[in-house]
């Protein structure tokens, strides 16, 4: 049974990095072909992706916030780290990691968490 | 303003059938699988197509996908108000290195 949880600050001020980590059971980051992903919802908006980490470390970024975002694993505590600097108003939304087969959208989705830039 | 363009809203009523499209081009939904969520208000996007045309099991056979060229379309037949929620596609695209979304699509039982 695959599960994935998300962790972090429900609550960042603007320009500070937030960190979010999520935890998965049920399958292995060292499996060919797996991946685990980030994709945010802002309140009343569509699903955005955001970045995704393959078993090879092979690594990939939305576009306009490749700058901003850096995603690593740890395969030994099974664990997706997504950080995302200089957080403003407008990144406010509820942040997902997800489980991926290569070049494909997510299957097994996280309960989701609830971040809020404010000062 | 979304890659894979869906219809804002559908409706229907207990019982009908309904049809939800989603457009998008070479890159994305012509040559890649097309994935289908379900999303109640509060809750995770959950699976109800995968691979163009398949249905994780516990998913009811009156969902179903299809794809044609750049457009992709769900179907929900036998209408229940449960079915009420938020409907969303996906897909990754070859262009853009990543998964693209359309705008969601929010379907009234009425």
């Known amino acids: 049974q695959i599960t994935l949880k998300e962790s972090g600050p429900t609550l960042v001020k603007p320009t500070q990095t937030l960190t979010l980590t999520c935890t998965f059971s049920?399958?292995?980051?060292?499996?060919?072909?797996?991946?685990v992903g980030w994709i945010r919802q802002p309140p009343g908006k569509a699903l955005e992706w955001l970045t995704v980490?393959?078993?090879?470390?092979?690594?990939r970024y939305r576009q306009s916030l490749k700058s901003r975002v850096t995603i690593t694993k740890d395969t030994s505590k099974n664990q997706v780290v997504l950080t995302m600097t200089n957080m403003n108003p407008v990144d406010t939304a509820t942040y997902y990691c997800?489980?991926?087969?290569?070049?494909?959208?997510?299957?097994?989705w996280g309960q989701g968490t609830l971040v809020t830039v404010s000062s | 303003q979304s890659v894979l363009t869906q219809p804002p809203s559908a409706s229907g009523t207990p019982g009908q059938r309904v049809t939800i499209s989603c457009s998008g081009s070479?890159?994305?939904?012509?040559?890649?699988?097309v994935y289908w969520y379900q999303q109640l208000p509060g809750t995770a996007p959950k699976v109800l197509i995968y691979?163009?045309?398949q249905r994780p099991s516990g998913v009811p056979d009156r969902f179903s996908g299809s794809k044609s060229g750049t457009s992709a379309s769900l179907a929900i037949s036998g209408l229940q108000s449960e079915d009420e929620a938020e409907y969303s596609c996906?897909?990754?695209?070859?262009?853009?290195?990543?998964?693209?979304f359309g705008g969601g699509t929010k379907l009234t039982v009425l």
């Open positions: 691979s163009n045309n």
């Open positions: 070479s890159s994305n939904i012509e040559s890649n699988y």
């Open positions: 049920g399958f292995s980051l060292t499996t060919r072909g797996v991946g």
């Open positions: 997800a489980h991926s087969h290569l070049w494909e959208p997510f299957d097994y």
């Open positions: 996906a897909a990754w695209d070859d262009s853009l290195n990543g998964v693209v």
């Open positions: 980490i393959y078993w090879n470390d092979d690594k």
